[in-house]
Structures are given as C-alpha cells and as structure tokens.
C-alpha cells in the first residue's frame, strides 16, 4: 500500500500558497524580460503583496513577500546569491514600511500611498545592501535619482492596479 | 473584472505622498547630478606629473616633496589631502574633491591634486 | 634656495583622442604655481620659449624678493632703512618703482608697496608664515610714520628714501610685471597663442585652437571654480582673495592683504576679481588693481574701481555676496549648481 504523508493544512496555508505563486510568477517574468534600464524593474510582484495587505492582513503579505523572495531564487537559480540578498532586502525594507503604513487612515491614503512608500523602501533597501556590501562607493549615488524615478512611477502604477483589484468583486 | 474605464481615483493623502515621492526625486537629481562626475585624479609632484589614477579605487598614496611626505587618499569616489608638513595646511583644509576641475595644491610641498572629467571645462585657474 | 628651484617640465596634454599642439609648463617661482601654456608652435619651439620665461621669473623673483638675503630689493630695503644715502638702482628697478609710485597715487595710497614693514610685522614675509602675536603698538607706530612709494627719491641712476620706514614689498606688483615681460617676450618671438598664469594672475595671448582660452575662477571658500570666463587675446586676469596667504587666530581670519590706513588686514571682503583689457601693462594692473578694491569698504568699492580704470570686477563679501559689475556680468558663465546662488549675484552700479 502506498504510504500517504499527510500535512494538516489549513484553509489560510492554501491562500498563502496560492497567491504566493501567483507572486512568484510575476517575480519570475519580470526577471526572465529584459529591462531597458539594468536595476530597474516595474516590481509588479508588489501588487500581490499589497492586495493580500489589504484583503487578509499583514502576516498573511509578509508570508507571501518572504516565500516570493526565496522560492523564486531557487527556481531562478540564484538563492543566497547578491541578486538574492538583494531581493530580500528590498522584500523586509519594504514590509517594514508596509507594517508602519497600513496603520494611516484609509479615508486619506489608499493602497497608492503605501504602493509608492513601499517602492521608495524596496530602493531604499536594496542601495543600502549594494553600497554597503557590493559597490562601497559613491558611484552608486548617482543612479539614485534614477532609481527613485522609477519607483515613484511604478509606486503609482501598481498602486491604481490593486486599488482597482480591490475594488472589483472577488472571483 | 471590470473594465478599467473607471480608473482608481487617488484620495487627498495619496497626493500628499505622490508630491512628497517628487520633490525627493527632484532634490536627489539635484544634489546628485550636478557637477561633472570626476573619474580620474591627476598629481602632480613638483616638476612632473605622479600619477593620473581612477577614483573608482579605495587607495592612500605618500609621496615625497620638498618638505617631507604628503598622504593622499582615494576614498569612495573622491580623494583628498590627509595630512601634509607644510605649515598652513591649506591643502588639507580643502577637503574632499569630487566633481571635475577640482583642484588642490599645497605651494610649499609642490603638490598638486585635479580632478579630471572627459573635457576639460577651462585651461587655467585664476585664484 | 630649495623651494625657489626652477622646476620646468612639460606636459603634452591629450585632450580626448586628438593631439593637441598644446604645450604645458610648470614650475613654482614666486613662491607659487606658473602655467605657461603655448599654443601652436612646434614642441621643441615650444618648450625652448617656455623654458626662457621660466629663466626669466626665476631672474625676476630673485631680484625682487622682499625678504631674501641678496636681493636687489633687500639691499635697496637695507639702505632705505639706513638713512637718506643714494645707493645705485638698476634701470629695471627704477621703471618699476616710479611705475608702482604713479599707481600708488592713483589708489590713493590703497595700493601701497612702502608698506613692507607692516606686511613683516603680521608675518607674512616669509615662506612658511604662522599666526603672530598682534603687536598694536608697533601696528599705530608704523601707521603714523606714514611709508609711502612718494618718500622715494630716484635720480641719476641712484635711490634713497626721505622715510626711512618705507620698505619696499612688490608681492602685489611683481607676478603682473612678470607676465607683462612675459607676453611681450612671446609676442616678440612671434608667439600667436598663449595663456600664462603665475599664481592664478593670468595673461591670453590669442586664443586656444578655434575658441578663447577659457578661465576659471576660483571659488573663495571651494575647491573648484565659481565662474567662468572667456579671456580675449591681450586681456588679463587677477584676483585678490583672503584665502591666498591668511592665518586664523582666535577664529578671525587675518590675510595678507593689509590696509596701509589702519595697519591691519583688510576684512570684509572673501575675493576682488577683475578684468583688464589689452595695454602693454595689463599684466601689471591685473595685480594691482584688485588691491584698492579688496582693501576699501563696501560702499566705496565701485569708486575704488573707477579710480583704477577697472570697469570689468567682481566682488564677494564675508557673508559669500556676490557683487558683479555690469560689464563682468555678460562675460561671467556660471556652473549651474553654484547658481542657484545667483539671487546673490548684484550689478553694481559705478557712480
């Protein structure tokens, strides 16, 4: 007879998996295309982050954040690597502020808000990595204002993508 | 899904964050990108030039004048006097260079430091 | 003398990938940085005419040192001291004195090189000067003894002084002589294009390639410049700056430029930077010029100007100011990031 391992899984395990697959998909397309600009991705793997922050709650985003980052580097291939801990920097940096951010009133701020506060911090993070471990120069100053560019932008875009997801009626 | 014709309109706080996300883009434009990014430094020691070094190197170089030994150090993009004999240390009071055409000289030890960019913005100093 | 070596090197300088008939010499004579930079001429030409300008400070520097043993001027100096006893004058030095009294007169006496006892009394004649201690009586003394260039008497080839307090310092007149002997010197030889700078005292002759020479000036209190110029061909440049040959003592800074009224370092002023058009002695008033201006107060600097035929000056005060006469401000580029200081940047207007 075949032996069967069973795991009690939970209802919250089977979201977590599921969404954090969706996230790792979209984490793995956006390495796999090409950017016009080296470093400089949209991080649409966010809005997943941020539409599991505000449909469930923030340990529910952090599991998901925090599986995207390590299951996609295994399947990319790269786990433990700079381009790892890179990822995993701008991941905790960003669910940081997350955590402090999901705290402002709604009636003022929506997901926009945190979108773009998550994006500086997803930047803010990852350049702290790369000057203090990586590039110990300040030659990396001068893409800043490249980078925070960028985040502002796509802060805003995948911030109106999942105030709009959220609107919508779940499927 | 809905269409996307209804597009998700911001609430007064998200403008908030949105113009405080463009001033700091703004402000790291313009206290990062001004000036040109120096790449190269040139020594000159007395009579001859020492050395045109990268700056893209963590290096401290001593070297010998008139006086006695003057320390240079490349550090994070920039270079700079660290401690020279001379008596007035104006050199060392110049502190760090960074952007292109940046010079430093100690008159008593006869060294100089420039910075150099691609094109050279004037042929001489007047000081 | 180590630190007055003639140190004359060249450097070719590749300017990206095209080479350049440029020619770049330096050297440390007068106690600083000379640039001579021939443009045009063949490498071997270049640096023999280089290497005769060079030679030629070097002559200048050690016959008008102000405080080395042995030269003309400190022997001239001994002899003032001594009394009203004619000693022999070299022609050279005779032009220079009578030329250096005229303009004395024109600055009203702000431009004084009788002053030489004063200048050593704050310690700046010498090659590594340190703060001294403010002797006020011996300050005033000197101050009422009054030295002026008009207590010197030149005739028949001979000097002597009516003030035996006069000693002659020519640190504000001597760079501008020298680079006046230095661009007729390369004229004469047929030199079309050159650009010479004795201790940031700067001369164009021609321009560089197909454009000006392009100048520099150097910020008061930054590595690096604040404004830059197109020099035309004969024109000349000089500055007066508090951070040239200063000591801070107590926190206030004391440069070298001293008011012959009061005795005491002119204040009030970071930099005086002006521009003199072609004449067979613009090298002379780029040096002199700036003087009058530094040393008077704020209101009178745009008189002081006038009184010195100067029309093209800029002026920065202790509080980082810019002042810009109306002619200097159309020629004057500025770097973009010093400019959001130009709010600064006034016209001053000439009476």
């Known amino acids: 007879?075949?032996?069967?391992?069973?795991?009690?899984?939970?209802?919250?395990?089977?979201?977590?998996?599921?969404?954090?697959?969706?996230?790792?998909?979209?984490?793995?397309?956006?390495?796999?295309?090409?950017?016009?600009?080296?470093?400089?991705?949209?991080?649409?793997?966010?809005?997943?982050?941020?539409?599991?922050?505000?449909?469930?709650?923030?340990?529910?985003a952090a599991w998901v954040s925090l599986l995207r980052v390590f299951a996609s580097s295994l399947l990319l291939g790269n786990f433990l690597s700079p381009t790892f801990v890179l990822s995993l920097a701008g991941a905790l940096s960003s669910l940081f502020t997350l955590a402090l951010g999901v705290k402002l009133p709604r009636r003022w701020f929506s997901p926009i808000s945190l979108s773009i506060l998550a994006a500086f911090a997803h930047i803010a993070g990852q350049l702290l990595v790369v000057r203090l471990w990586l590039i110990p120069h300040t030659g990396v100053a001068y893409l800043l204002p490249i980078f925070a560019t960028a985040a502002l932008l796509f802060g805003v875009i995948n911030g109106l993508i999942t105030t709009k997801l959220l609107a919508d009626k779940r499927p | 899904m809905s269409g996307w014709k209804t597009c998700p309109k911001p609430l007064p706080g998200d403008w908030?964050?949105?113009?405080?996300?463009?001033?700091?883009?703004?402000m790291l434009f313009l206290t990062l990108w001004h000036g040109e990014h120096a790449a190269k430094l040139r020594i000159r020691q007395g009579d001859t030039i020492y050395a045109t070094l990268s700056l893209d190197q963590e290096r401290t170089l001593d070297i010998h004048g008139p006086l006695g030994n003057t320390r240079i150090v490349i550090h994070q993009g920039r270079a700079r006097f660290v401690s020279s004999p001379c008596r007035n240390q104006y050199c060392v009071h110049q502190g760090w260079l960074s952007r292109a055409s940046q010079v430093a000289i100690c008159l008593p030890n006869q060294i100089s430091l420039e910075l150099l960019g691609a094109k050279k913005s004037y042929d001489s100093l007047n000081y | 003398m180590p630190m007055n070596l003639l140190l004359v090197v060249f450097t070719l300088l590749l300017n990206g990938c095209s080479h350049e008939p440029l020619y770049?010499?330096?050297?440390?004579?007068?106690?600083?940085?000379?640039?001579?930079?021939?443009?045009?001429?063949?490498?071997?030409?270049?640096?023999e005419l280089a290497n005769h300008v060079?030679?030629?400070?070097?002559?200048?520097?050690?016959?008008?040192?102000?405080?080395?043993?042995g030269s003309d001027l400190t022997r001239l100096n001994a002899a003032f001291a001594q009394g009203e006893t004619p000693v022999p004058v070299s022609p050279e030095l005779a032009q220079i004195i009578q030329d250096a009294t005229t303009l004395s007169t024109r600055s009203n006496e702000l431009f004084n090189p009788a002053i030489g006892n004063l200048i050593k009394l704050w310690g700046f004649q010498r090659d590594e000067y340190s703060p001294v201690n403010i002797d006020a009586d011996a300050i005033n003394a000197l101050v009422k003894q009054a030295p002026r260039m008009s207590g010197i008497v030149?005739?028949?080839?001979?000097?002597?002084?009516?003030?035996?307090?006069?000693?002659?310092?020519?640190?504000?007149?001597?760079?501008?002589?020298?680079?006046?002997?230095?661009?007729?010197?390369?004229?004469?030889?047929?030199?079309?294009?050159?650009?010479?700078?004795?201790g940031g005292n700067i001369i164009a002759?021609?321009?560089?390639?197909?454009?000006?020479?392009?100048?520099?000036?150097?910020?008061?209190?930054?590595p690096g410049p604040i404004a830059m110029l197109d020099l035309p061909d004969g024109w000349a440049?000089?500055?007066?700056?508090?951070?040239?040959?200063?000591?801070?003592?107590?926190?206030?800074?004391?440069?070298?430029?001293?008011?012959?009224?009061?005795?005491?370092?002119?204040?009030?002023?970071?930099?005086?930077?002006?521009?003199?058009?072609?004449?067979?002695?613009?090298?002379?008033?780029s040096d002199v010029a700036s003087k009058p201006i530094f040393i008077s107060n704020a209101g009178d600097k745009a008189q002081a100007a006038q009184m010195m035929g100067i029309t093209n000056y800029m002026v920065i005060d202790a509080q980082g100011k810019?002042?810009?006469?109306?002619?200097?401000r159309r020629r004057l580029q500025w770097p973009e990031k010093i400019m959001p200081k130009e709010k600064h940047v006034r016209l001053e207007n000439l009476p």
């Open chain 1, 1 to 60: 007879m075949q032996k069967n391992i069973i795991i009690n899984t939970t209802a919250d395990d089977h979201r977590i998996a599921r969404l954090a697959a969706l996230a790792i998909g979209l984490h793995i397309a956006e390495a796999i295309i090409p950017s016009p600009l080296p470093g400089v991705k949209p991080g649409i793997a966010n809005i997943v982050t941020l539409y599991v922050l505000y449909r469930f709650d923030f340990a529910t």
């Open chain 2, 16 to 26: 908030i964050v949105i113009s405080a996300g463009l001033l700091l883009v703004v």
């Open chain 3, 24 to 47: 770049q010499s330096q050297s440390y004579v007068f106690g600083t940085l000379v640039d001579i930079s021939i443009y045009g001429e063949s490498e071997p030409r270049a640096r």
């Open chain 3, 54 to 69: 060079q030679q030629e400070f070097q002559r200048l520097h050690d016959s008008l040192h102000a405080w080395k043993e």
């Open chain 3, 154 to 198: 030149i005739e028949h080839g001979t000097a002597y002084s009516k003030n035996p307090t006069v000693r002659l310092d020519l640190g504000g007149y001597a760079k501008g002589y020298a680079l006046d002997k230095a661009a007729a010197y390369l004229r004469q030889q047929g030199v079309k294009n050159a650009l010479i700078n004795i």
């Open chain 3, 205 to 222: 002759l021609g321009q560089h390639g197909d454009h000006p020479w392009r100048v520099g000036i150097q910020h008061p209190r930054q």
């Open chain 3, 237 to 285: 440049i000089g500055t007066s700056g508090d951070y040239q040959r200063y000591f801070e003592l107590d926190g206030k800074r004391y440069c070298h430029i001293i008011d012959p009224r009061t005795g005491y370092p002119a204040q009030g002023t970071q930099a005086v930077t002006i521009l003199v058009p072609p004449a067979a002695n613009a090298g002379t008033l």
């Open chain 3, 322 to 328: 810019i002042f810009v006469s109306a002619e200097m």
